[in-house]
């Protein structure tokens, strides 16, 4: 089996003994050709410490941020290291590049990048306590075993435990990783065991684990005033008036600077929140929008038709065949225009910041954030010094959801302490502020054309997709990649798009891309289904027939596997045995199917629907067929995750939508961003086609067919066709 | 003005304008910080609290109003037997992913187990529907309330 992304050999282990007897190990896990020697003595940079007392700690060093990460990570050493899981506890490490790596919680990522790394490490140590225990007893490593916890000789009496052998084993060489021989998957005892969030206690007893629960000696709080209007700056506001309010400790301006996200505005500085957001009231600022102030999601809509219209396109991004001499012979061409609205985050948690500028101009924060490292340099760059002199701890977030990826509340709260050295300050913003201060899910127009041949085959597939200019960052939440789906398994091929300007910041929401582009793809190609009598798992099933899986390639993290049409049949049969698709359902109901291959997982999903008295859709099942390689490595969370991206993308395709109006988000809390609630809560049933690959991750592939399901269903149930998101009743009535 | 607030069982003195929320003299002057903060208006349910017995969005309801009223919050919960038989719940059905939204989602059903101590399904669809996840937890939100219920039944049979 193809083993992924592995402990290399610029990954440095070192061993030392702990100050009170017990055994460190450190690691450092290089950047991509970086390599530091772990420097320091190994207990201060223990990424494992084994105490006299069996009591064992192992560093989370990802951020968390409810994909249980930090129970996950530890569960891989542990295992490997043949550790008892209930004497482990796990110490959430620091921002620091040069002893983690990437640090990120992001693009289901952490999975595949981890699952060598971490174990490895694991059967490092778990390697030297064998070590120890052999000279101890005089007998040849080789004749040893571990059991939870304690090295035991199988045939004789001798065992020890891991506390007993900790100061010995910190005296052993370190092996070099790619020796270890690491255990057959038959034999794991803590990965693919359900196991509950480490910091699950804290949680339900109310403890103080978020950034927001952040508190410090002398602590200030800090509100935030912006223009609604992306891209405005401030002429004026009323300082005075706000210091004058109860509470109010200062109020000054902040300064735009583009290039850190940082946007112009006004930090209320007070001795609690309330009073410090209260006083924004009276600031009564003043703002120029200029250009800005025009746009709207209507007029983004309006250019997209007239863009349409035109037949022009900036950009063909994709092309094969002949394709206007496809659609000329077509015995069928089908045309529909597809659309889909901005999305917001809307973590639980609003974005928050705990900095404190020291007198000696380091700054320490306390930081929710999903890249704490890309925070931590954005904050150095913004004050002019050395990522080191910025110390970040990471923090427990409320969720994520890609909206923690960008930092600009990071750089926001530290533009405010620098103000205020050896002041703590507390950022918060309200749910107002997190909704009209997002990097929104991009809006999206696509005009899509088929050609289907007198034989009912696919023969040409087209879209004019018409999105947003934004620039030539790391990563575009608004493109379409050249192979989206079918693209590979049609003849004749055309792929343009139109981008338009605007001030609207966009970002990566949970299964970027694939968030939106599953609803249009799975959609149209539903309605080619229709149009040629088939059903789309059988279209699916006949575009990928006898297709082999592609090589393996470079990924982000590293080679990873191409795309394998075998890995979509099967998750696509199985879904359809779950469903019992193509029986006869209950009246007033009806089934829809939906597939999509990201973040490197296959889901195949079916929905059954009805619409309720006021022609409302309802979601009463859905079946969910997942393939991320070889093992679910923590059932608990890897359900979690499939169940909850599931809700999220029925409460997207149903009721959610941000509207730009004025060049302002429209939406502003919850009454008008209604996120699914209890009652919406269809029964899921996931089963998990495992296959030969290495383990990949579950934040977010489980979301995108969802939304197409629950249309397709829809359109099964009522014969309308829904092509714009969320979900208008009108187009049932 | 000083309010004189009863919390946990403990008489708290708390110098802040009347009209603050409770939530924010929980948090930002008691440093009690349990109690979440999610939405300010009421929608969310972060910040529920008890006060006499009954569920109360915190942020939604000022320091004034509960002068010599008994506030109990998620720091105390355990401190029920109905309370802490939903957190042993939450952790043996590994509710939460993110677990923000948990202290309000506890504190609401610990308020619903109290006055209705066999819920059906709709009941508890109904009393849980102020309390948004964010994660979207409401599967094992929902079993962990059955279940506490259930097992509480079968207590008494
Ligand atoms: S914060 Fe009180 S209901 Fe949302
Ligand atoms: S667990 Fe994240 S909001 Fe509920």
Redo the contacts with the bound molecule.
Sequence with gaps: MPDGVQLSRRTLLKASAVAGGGFALAATFPMAGRATAVSGPADLNAFITIRPDNTITIVGKNPEIGQGIKTMLPMLIAEELDADWDSVSVKQGMTDAAKYGPQLAGGSFATPMNWMPMRQAGAAARAMLIAAAAQRWGVDAASLATEPGRVVQPGSSRSATFGELASDAAMMDVPDPASLKLKDQADFRIIGRAIGGVDSPKIVRGEPIFGVDTQLDGMVYAAFERSPVFGATLKSADLAAAKAQAGVIDAFKVAANPQASLVEGVAVIASNWWLANKARASLSPQWDNGEWETHSTKAYAQAAKDAWASGKSDEVFAEKGDIDATFAEADRVLEAEYSYPFLAHVAMEPMNCTALMHEDGTMEMWAPSQTPQGGQQAVAGYLGVEPSQVKVHITRMGGGFGRRLNNDYMVQVAAIAKEMPGTPVQLIWSREDDLRSDFYRPAGWHKMRAAVNADGKLTGWADHFVTFDLGDGAFNPAAMDATEFPAKYVDNLKFEQTKMATAVPMGALRAPRSNALSFVMQSFLDEVAHATGKDLPTLMLELTDGVEAEPETQGFVGPQPGFSAPRLQAVTRKVMQMAKWGQPVADGHALGFGFYYSHMGYFAEVVEASLDARGNPVVHNVWTAGDVGSQIINPFGALNQVEGSIIDGIGQAIQLAVEIEGGAAKQSNFHNYPLPRMPMTPKIHVEWVLSDNAPTGLGEPALPPVIPALTNALFALTGKRVRSLPIDPQVFA | MAHRVTINGETREIDAPGDMPL?WALRNELGMVGTK???????????TVHVDGQAT????MPLSAVADKQVSTVEALEQTPVGQALQRAWLDGDVMQCGYCQAGQLMNATALLTNNPNPSDGEIDAAMQGNICRCACYKRIHAAIAKVARDEETANA
């Design positions: 939530l903060f999610g939405c300010g208006i009421g929608m969310c349910g972060a910040c969005r915190s942020c939604s």
